[in-house]
């Protein structure tokens, strides 16, 4: 499924403000609490989740999931293992949640202009992707 370039920038609009909003979010801050069933562990397919990332996400976030495309006043967020993990505490239900439903760790909404993906993409697809992102470095 193709998107065209306005849902393109609303998915990094959202991601570039989920990573400033969980910046803020440091030093004293509260870990978030967990979902249900929350977990580190990833059982998605790591090439589909490559795929999709190709598809979905490079527009915004470069080849190598670096971010730093700016757009407008904001840059869109670096979605690498290193600072994806910290952000969202290694929950991968977190995570998920915040892809498919743009919803941050408390269950706030992200800003309008990262889409909800859950009428685009499954869970299933959600995990796949999650399972890419944490094999960069």
């Known amino acids: 499924m193709r998107l065209g370039k306005s849902r393109k920038f609303a998915a990094f609009w959202v991601l570039a403000m989920v990573s400033a909003i969980l910046a803020g979010c440091g030093g004293s801050a509260s870990r978030p609490t967990a979902l249900p069933g929350a977990t580190s562990t990833v059982t ?27 757009a407008g006043g904001a840059t869109s967020a670096d979605l690498r293992r290193r600072n994806l ?6 929950d991968t239900a977190l995570l998920s949640r ?10 706030a909404p992200l800003e309008a202009a990262m889409p909800r993906w859950r009428n685009t993409l499954s869970e299933k697809d959600a995990q796949a992707l999650i399972a890419y992102l944490k094999t960069l470095p």
């Open 44 to 70: 998605g397919d790591v090439a589909t989740g490559r795929d999709l990332f190709q598809r979905h996400c490079v527009v915004c976030h470069k080849a190598d999931a670096s971010g730093g495309v700016a």
């Open 85 to 90: 993990e910290p952000q969202y505490h290694n």
């Open 98 to 107: 915040a892809l498919l439903d743009g919803q941050d760790q408390d269950g």
